[in-house]
């Protein structure tokens, strides 16, 4: 079994940068896929970035490349959501998963969920 639990939300202005976090306990953490998920009010959760157990690789919402960065710390149990440039339209409840596929991409992949922490970018 996996327990999540995210922080490092809050308010920043459009264009600053804010860093997720992503605490995991459980055994089986390094052979799960970490993925980044967020909800805005009347929205389906959507994908935002995942990463590979070993961390070797990654993948990104098309909006958010080059401006997000996922990495993970397996001696820490954490992953990390580094989020920059931040616009309006990143404003959501954001979400840490873990899947046991060895990346997962898609919302029904993931086995364990986060609590949410709330982001959200002023104009």
């Known amino acids: 079994q996996v327990q999540l639990v995210e922080s490092g939300g809050g308010l920043v202005q459009a264009g600053g940068s804010l860093r997720l976090s992503c605490a995991a306990s459980?055994?089986?953490?390094?052979?799960?896929?970490i993925g980044w998920f967020r909800q805005a009010p009347g929205k389906e959760r959507a994908f935002v970035a995942a990463?590979?157990?070993?961390?070797?690789?990654?993948s990104y919402l098309d909006s958010v490349k080059g401006r997000f960065t996922i990495s993970r710390d397996n001696a820490r149990n954490t992953v990390y959501l580094q989020m920059n440039s931040l616009k309006p339209e990143d404003t959501a409840v954001y979400y840490c998963?873990?899947?046991?596929?060895?990346?997962?991409?898609?919302?029904?992949?993931?086995?364990?969920w986060g609590q949410g922490t709330q982001v959200t970018v002023s104009s």
């Open positions: 998963a873990a899947a046991k596929n060895c990346m997962a991409l898609r919302s029904y992949e993931y086995n364990y």
């Open positions: 459980g055994r089986t953490f390094s052979s799960n896929t």
């Open positions: 990463i590979s157990c070993s961390g070797a690789s990654t």
